[in-house]
T-cell receptor, first 113, second 114 residues
Framework: QKEVEQDPGPLSVPEGAIVSLNCTYS??????FMWYRQYSRKGPELLMY????GNKEDGRFTAQVDKSSKYISLFIRDSQPSDSATYLC?????????????FGQGTTLQVKP | NAGVTQTPKFRILKIGQSMTLQCTQD?????MYWYRQDPGMGLKLIYY???????DKGEVPNGYNVSRSTTEDFPLRLELAAPSQTSVYFC?????????????FGPGTRLTVL
């Protein structure tokens, strides 16, 4: 079993749809949960991060963490064609002596006008 | 700040050739990483470094070597290139004091081995 599982998609939705992206994980020591966005032929960039359980909202994006279920989600409201990208979840135990992140496989999202 | 820079952007190698992928960061980050990204496979850690003179293997180190002589630079060396090393390579860095370990990525090097 991989430490972090993410459905690779691809996921195709019409403009304006609500998008739900998800990851599951097995290591209960993870404390920091991140979503990176990667446009085609670019490096990943941090989109949102959440510490421990709960929700975090930033504009059209909401990140949710359910540590009891070892499940994290990213919701995109009113999706736009500019949201078309690969979304990677990432996790860490935080304050480690290596700074390593564990990444999911990434989900490719296409938002059609 | 330029952040994390990588050179070259693209490269085609023949089987058996060698090359060095360059990575430089100007954020005074202690930790640096090399990943490879294959289609639909996410990011796989090749090597990482927690400071100058200190490196360690990641998940997929075979066929690669690294060195870290300065805080800023973390080159990745491919010896005897093989078609299995065709991939996109990303360098990343983070600060030792960053509680969340957010990593900053370079733009990538797209390598093809024929």
């Amino acid at each position: 079993q991989k430490e972090v599982e993410q459905d690779p998609g691809p996921l195709s939705v019409p403009e304006g749809a609500i998008v739900s992206l998800n990851c599951t994980y097995s290591n209960s020591a993870f404390q920091y949960f991140m979503w990176y966005r990667q446009y085609s032929r670019k490096g990943p960039e941090l989109l949102m991060y959440t510490y421990s359980s709960g929700n975090k909202e930033d504009g059209r994006f909401t990140a949710q963490v359910d540590k009891s279920s070892k499940y994290i989600s990213l919701f995109i409201r009113d999706s736009q064609p500019s949201d078309s990208a690969t979304y990677l979840c990432a996790m860490s135990i935080g304050s480690s002596n290596t700074g390593k992140l564990i990444f999911g496989q990434g989900t490719t999202l296409q938002v059609k006008p | 700040n330029a952040g994390v820079t990588q050179t070259p952007k693209f490269r085609i190698l023949k089987i058996g050739q060698s090359m060095t992928l360059q990575c430089t960061q100007d954020m005074n980050h202690n930790y640096m990483y090399w990943y490879r990204q294959d289609p639909g496979m996410g990011l796989k850690l090749i090597y990482y470094s927690v400071g100058a003179g200190i490196t360690d293997k990641g998940e997929v180190p075979n066929g690669y070597n690294v060195s870290r002589s300065t805080t800023e630079d973390f080159p990745l060396r491919l010896e005897l290139a093989a078609p299995s090393q065709t991939s996109v390579y990303f360098c990343a860095s983070t600060h030792r004091q960053a509680r969340d370990n957010e990593q900053f990525f370079g733009p990538g090097t797209r390598l093809t081995v024929l």
